[in-house]
């Protein structure tokens, strides 16, 4: 029998359980010390020697190592120095049996301390990770202490997180074992305030920081205590998944003991109706008359996962990270490192924006999970003995249905209804995305009181698009409807609908801006903050203090004080709060004007043909051209051309162009005509450029050929159809008629390094000048290319045909990129019409970031670093480390 006989569960099949040392033993005398723990789990599954306890890697035996035949390997904390607490729960301490933080001591709750009988053990687990099977994962910066025994009756694993070095920390990819400060804060808020939220969970019960060697230069470290029913996952199965079905080896292949061991813990453990389920009386093979029992755990997995991310959904929160290491066997919510409440509703929305798939984005957070089921199925195989072509339709349907059922009853009861009216519910999710409503704002103005008229108000003042008012209004007409039929009129039994839609529409979560607030806190040691945010989001069903703290974004006041930012802090406030300012610097211009929404929806199309052609274009060429009629602007291109003169006048770069709804009226229309023809979307890399009458502009460069989110350069910017990673749309808002000035480049079949991106010069010498071509666009018109320009502009003057008389070039620049080559450095929801904050803080940083051709002055500078800072933590994060390193390189060279 390959289980080692019928029905065995003999401990003897099982590698020695190797005694260890503790770092030290807490005092019996504290509620830390007198913890009692059952430790079956890990004896059950194996525990194998490990490290001796000083987190050393090389020659100490404590060198990484595949664990075959266990779940575990010996481990333990690898001591912090001068421990802090940081973050305690109150709730989550009760839990497990302990009090109040006066009784308990930063170095027991970071594992300095042990209990006396704990039993510290690193997990090993495997992982499909963005679809591929990555082979042995594990515990590499955490451990687990083992199952306590809580009053409330019932067991809770202990795990803590960040506790250095052991056998299974993948140390050549320069991992340490530990965790920054920041990432723990954040882990230990999301956990407490998914509890809070009802969203089953593991919790977060303390942060502590401390230092991991005696180098003061080294940022603080933190260690996260959490608790949980179990810390196993659906990777912890895959450690016996056989050889030949994937490139990389699992630790314990085809070793079904450990599998039907791991198997029937938790089947006993945490699926009692599945537990009671008896073996087959039909099969005489008894593998096959158990298996019975292994499908119906199987099935319960699959359901309870499926209820989980219905709850997500409901909430608009997604798991940024579906691998089947991180999703628990219990049904709860586990690792929230990349978990993430959206604002805006955009079916994209992956919650990082350092995510180049869509694979774990929030439209398709059913799919994946379900897709994890599958795989789940695939590693019980030789348990539950049926096809794997059946078994897979079969979890398939349960998930599905059973996701149906849990997200429909969801959102029946967020809209207060007695029934489910799942076109309603999807036909408001819909309406939300359409118009980029807030989440979490929109459901919580629901349950407001008030008319028809103030609901829709409300609603669309937290659009960041289109908010389609007559739209709303047709949606809670249909509403009304449906609540009137069931509670004989709109206000009937009103009191008790909005009560009860009030217990599961939450006013507060964790956004990423509380999140960064709290993370913030931590670092400069601000406990109290700490302790008011943690107090704020375990209380997400009541108003909060400060209404602020419910906007899908920080007032501005949250990120920027003038008395700390500099002489030009003052003046970078008025830039990014009055719109005011703007509209009397271009009085032809409009700032977050209600008719900009609707000329963002007048796009161009183009037919089949037409986009073939562009197609070929681009990829012989590397450029198109589209004539001026064929780009019927919504808006105001001389008035833009102005604008620009405007801004140079006053010292203002042209990038500030992008402040006005005309500049972004143009990039919504635009937009979805390069999708059309490229494949691709905004990278919300958008300049503007003023150049005044007799100068050159723009020396000759190679456009964009680094990856400049990963610093390095890619072995190609070209697809293998020779369609490119990346494109530069310019659009002139006056003449460049050859005799001028125009847009020169080298076309692709004349330049030698396009298809690999390199530096070389296509120009060697004046001999090769025959080389450039000049691209003469009228205002409105468009260039597309992607390759080397060459310049913009001959000293020549541009020159106004109505009046004769030579005025600046002005023109937009907006790039387009694959999210391969290049990440956006805004978020996709704030279009079309982002806040003023966010377009005068992305012209600032624009400017810095290509501040040798902008050449301002110091002072100005500055300004423009005091904008970009206000807003820097809405921006992608690789986008704002390549701004600050041009400000701060350019504030040397200015002797700052």
């Not at 100490?60 to 010996?74: K, L, P, Q, R, T």
């Not at 600046?808 to 279009?831: C, G, N, Q, T, Y």
Request: charged share 20%; aromatic share 8%; glycine share 8%.
């Amino acid at each position: 029998d390959i289980f080692g006989g019928p029905g065995s569960d003999v401990e003897g099949d099982c590698p020695e359980v190797t005694p260890l040392a503790c770092c030290s033993v807490a005092d019996k005398e504290s509620w830390w010390g007198s913890l009692c723990f059952n430790n079956v789990m890990q004896e059950r599954f194996g525990i194998k020697a490990g490290n001796d306890g000083h987190g050393g890697v090389g020659g100490d035996g404590n060198e990484y190592c595949m664990v075959e035949g266990a779940s575990f390997i010996s481990a333990r904390p690898v001591p912090i120095l001068d421990p802090l607490l940081v973050c305690l729960s109150a709730a989550a301490v009760a839990l497990i049996g302990g009090s109040s933080e006066n009784e308990v001591t930063a170095a027991q709750l970071c594992g300095n301390e042990l209990p006396p009988a704990a039993s510290s053990a690193a997990h090993v687990y495997c992982g499909f990770q963005f679809g591929e099977f990555a082979g042995q994962l594990g515990d590499g910066a955490a451990m687990s202490l083992g199952e306590v025994v809580v009053p409330m009756g019932g067991l809770l694993e202990l795990n803590l997180k960040g506790t250095g070095r052991n056998r299974l920390t993948r140390w050549w990819n320069g991992a340490t074992g530990r965790k920054a400060l920041g990432a723990m804060v954040r882990e230990f808020m999301v956990a407490e305030a998914l509890a809070a939220l009802g969203v089953p969970t593991t919790r977060g019960v303390a942060v502590v920081s401390g230092r991991a060697s005696e180098h003061s230069s080294e940022e603080p470290c933190a260690v996260l205590l959490r608790a949980a029913q179990t810390f196993l996952r659906f990777g912890s199965f895959e450690v016996t998944l056989p050889h030949h079905q994937h490139k990389r080896p699992s630790p314990s292949p085809s070793d079904w003991q450990l599998l039907r061991r791991l198997a029937d813990h938790c089947i006993d453990a945490y699926y009692p109706t599945v537990a009671a389920v008896p073996n087959s009386t039909e099969e005489e093979d008894p593998v096959l008359a158990a298996s019975t029992r292994y499908r119906a755990f199987i099935f319960e997995v699959t359901r309870r996962t499926a209820r989980l991310v219905a709850v997500w959904q409901c909430l608009g929160a997604i798991h940024g990270m579906l691998n089947t290491d991180n999703l628990s066997v219990a049904g709860v919510t586990l690792d929230h490192g990349s978990f993430a409440f959206m604002g805006a509703v955009d079916g994209g929305f992956v919650g990082s924006m350092s995510e180049r798939s869509d694979r774990y984005c929030f439209r398709r957070q059913q799919e994946t999970s379900r897709w994890a089921c599958e795989r789940f199925s695939e590693a019980l195989l030789v348990l539950h003995c049926t096809d794997p072509q059946k078994m897979a339709l079969e979890v398939t349907s349960a998930f599905d249905e059973e996701f149906r059922l849990a997200y429909d009853d969801g959102m029946r009861k967020k809209l207060g209804l007695k029934t489910a009216a799942p076109d309603l519910a999807g036909s408001l999710v819909a309406l939300m995305e359409k118009t980029g409503a807030d989440w979490t704002c929109t459901f919580s103005a629901l349950t407001s009181t008030g008319s028809k008229r103030d609901l829709v108000e409300k609603i669309c003042s937290f659009c960041t698009g289109n908010c389609l008012r007559s739209e709303w209004e047709a949606w809670l007409d249909r509403y009304i409807d449906i609540v009137s039929m069931e509670a004989s009129s709109w206000d009937g039994a009103s009191a008790g609908r909005l009560l009860a839609m009030s217990a599961v529409n939450p006013q507060v979560v964790p956004r990423q801006w509380l999140l960064k607030r709290a993370e913030d806190a931590a670092e400069s040691s601000n406990h109290e903050e700490l302790r008011q945010i943690l107090n704020l989001l375990t209380r997400p069903y009541e108003a909060p203090d400060n209404p602020a703290d419910t906007l899908p974004s920080p007032p501005l006041a949250a990120n920027i004080d003038p008395t700390m930012l500099g002489p030009m802090g003052h003046k970078a406030v008025e830039l990014l709060e009055d719109a005011d300012f703007w509209r009397r610097l271009c009085p032809d211009l409009c700032v977050a004007s209600m008719d900009s929404a609707a000329a963002c929806s007048s796009n161009f199309n183009l037919d089949g043909d037409r986009v073939a052609l562009l197609r070929t274009a681009m990829k012989h060429d590397g450029l198109f051209l589209l004539p001026p009629e064929a780009l019927p602007w919504a808006a105001d291109l001389s008035a833009l051309a102005q604008g620009a003169a405007a801004l140079h006048a006053v010292g203002l770069p042209p990038c500030f162009l992008w402040v006005y709804d005309e500049a972004w009226i143009m990039l919504a229309q635009i937009s979805a005509l390069l999708r059309q023809v490229l494949d691709m979307d905004c990278c919300f890399d958008l300049f503007a450029f003023c150049v005044p009458p007799g100068q050159p502009w723009l020396p000759p460069h190679r456009d964009r050929p680094y990856v400049i989110d990963r610093r390095e350069l890619m072995s190609s910017s070209v697809h293998a159809d020779g369609m490119p990673m990346y494109a530069t749309c310019w659009i002139p808002l006056n003449d460049t008629p050859q005799a001028s000035s125009c847009l020169m480049c080298v076309p692709r079949p004349l330049d030698a390094g396009y298809q690999d991106a390199s530096d070389i010069n296509p120009i060697a010498g004046l001999h090769q000048l025959d080389k450039v071509r000049c691209l003469s666009v009228d205002a409105g018109g468009a260039c597309v290319l992607s390759h080397r320009l060459f310049y913009w502009g001959k000293i020549g003057d541009a020159v106004d045909v109505k009046e004769s008389r030579p005025c600046p070039r002005a023109a937009l620049s907006i790039a387009v990129a694959d999210k391969i080559f290049e990440l956006p450095r805004l978020a996709r929801h704030m279009l079309p019409l982002p806040p003023l904050q966010l377009r005068v803080a992305l012209a600032a940083g624009q400017t810095l970031l290509r501040d040798k051709l902008s050449s301002q002055d110091a002072e100005t500078m500055e300004l423009l670093w005091q904008c970009f800072l206000a807003c820097s933590k809405q921006f992608g994060a690789d986008f704002a480390r390549n701004v600050y390193a041009s400000y701060a390189s350019t504030n040397r060279v200015n002797g700052g």
